[in-house]
């Protein structure tokens, strides 16, 4: 799958291997020809034992709280299609395009599901291990039926035709508007309340899992960092990055832009090599049982100039405020300002002329959600959300520099999950 970032680049990258007048050999990576990776990413030890699995106990404690919330925001069901929540609730991952499948999980009695009757067999195999999953309500339509009158009859049996239905938010709208004139008498709204009033608050477990992402992403990048020479291109940055992950256990990759590139915050499709004194960040992360990590590292091959470790030290200076301004009952909005002022102080302002994008967002099984660290945002925080933590000075023409961890709220404070980088020439405090 090509992240949010990586896609821009797809297209760009094509035969770079020549770019700067030579093809970039086995060398030019810091290996020998007839060895398959860098030493620093041999290294690299798996880390896939480390993970345990989300439980079914623990999806059914989810599905309780939801009917909780469904309860508190006057939803008498929620409406749950293949994606993220779906998988948060269940652990069933679907795909099926443009036929229905859905649950519909109401605020009381039993849930049911809607399957078309040719993936029967491979909704149960994945419904058998849900909450409930031993004798599931599975409602079956043919593709000349509709599977909406599904909806509508379970909706009806269990007294909530007129009933309040929260519809989770990627759900296309055709879903919508079928489940809406199948149950005329229905009152659609938005599941949101519900879905990220769950997901938003991480548990123990989940904590302990995008911790793991965390330090492997970080691993993986640290072991690039060290593979690096001059002549390497962008693209086979990216393609050691994906390595060192396959080498550590999990699937990941990252975008990497070099030089005046890196100013542009998710990058340009442009070719990119990489020379001595050249500037660089590297951004994304990798996936643990479902889970997330996002983590910019910004460093120079070679020596950083006297204005690139100015920017740097500003730039660290901003994510410590972010991270000290961050604690339960604070508004999201205040840690966006106390990294931005920061910044603007130190002559980087006004507002987002070089610090273009808000400060962060909130991460778990999706690399953004819920909520977000943006002006304007008055969402309280409450132990237990995490989010990155990413200012960045972008200067147009010369280049940018972010660096992003990601932390998650204490009863107190808040915390990274990993360290911070000390600086553009020694990015992993190694040196």
């Known amino acids: 799958m090509i992240s949010r970032r990586r896609f821009l680049e797809v297209s760009g990258v094509a035969g770079i291997a020549t770019a700067a007048g030579g093809i970039v050999t086995a060398s030019a990576l810091g290996k020998s020809e007839d060895s398959s990776s860098p030493p620093s990413l041999a290294a690299l030890k798996s880390r896939k034992n480390d993970a345990t699995p989300i439980t079914r106990e623990e999806r059914n404690e989810r599905q309780e709280r939801a009917r909780k919330l469904m309860r508190e925001n006057a939803l008498d069901a929620i409406v749950l299609m293949e994606g993220t929540s779906l998988k948060y609730f269940t652990g069933i991952r679907w795909w099926g395009g443009e036929r229905l499948f859905a649950l519909v999980l109401p605020a009381k009695g039993a849930a049911f599901y809607v399957c078309p009757a040719f ?5 149960r195999e994945q419904i058998a291990n849900a909450p409930n999953g031993e004798q599931p309500d599975v409602r079956i339509w043919r593709e000349d039926e509709s599977p909406y009158q599904r909806v509508a009859q379970g909706l009806k049996e269990r007294g909530i035709s007129s009933g309040k239905l929260g519809m989770e938010e990627t759900v296309s709208f055709v879903f919508t508007d079928g489940i809406s004139h199948a149950s005329p008498h229905a009152v659609l709204t938005t599941a949101t309340p519900v879905t990220a009033g769950c997901r938003m608050i991480k548990s123990t477990h989940e904590l302990a899992l995008m911790r793991l992402a965390s330090q492997v992403t970080l691993a993986a990048y640290d072991a690039v960092y060290h593979a690096l020479r ?14 060192a992950y396959k080498q550590l256990g999990f699937p990941g990759e990252a975008s990497v832009q070099v030089d005046e590139y890196s100013a542009l915050p ?12 050249s500037i660089m960040i590297i951004d994304d992360g990798c996936t643990v049982e479902g889970y997330q990590s996002d983590i910019t590292r910004t460093f120079v091959l070679g020596k950083a100039s006297d204005k690139m470790k100015q920017v740097f030290g500003i730039v660290h200076r901003a994510q410590t405020a972010a991270l000290a301004a961050a604690r339960p009952g604070v508004e999201c909005g205040a840690v966006d300002a106390a990294a931005r002022k920061v910044i603007t102080d130190a002559g980087y302002g006004p507002d987002y002329k070089y610090f273009s994008h808000r400060v962060g967002h909130g ?10 660290l943006v002006r304007g945002n008055t969402t309280k925080l409450q132990p237990y959300m995490t989010f990155s933590d ?4 972008y200067l147009r023409g010369e280049f940018g520099i972010r660096l992003e961890d990601d932390m998650h709220i204490t009863e107190n404070g808040a915390e990274l999950f990993t360290p911070q980088s000390p600086s553009l020439e020694d990015p992993f405090g190694k040196a």
């Open 119 to 123: 993936e029967e067999g491979r909704a």
């Open 230 to 243: 001059e002549g390497i291109t962008q693209e086979q940055v990216e393609d050691l990055i994906a390595a």
């Open 266 to 277: 998710h990058g340009s499709t442009r070719p990119q090599v990489i020379h001595e004194g």
């Open 363 to 372: 991460m778990g099984m999706d690399g953004h959600e819920w909520p977000y």
């Open 390 to 393: 990413e200012p960045g000075i």
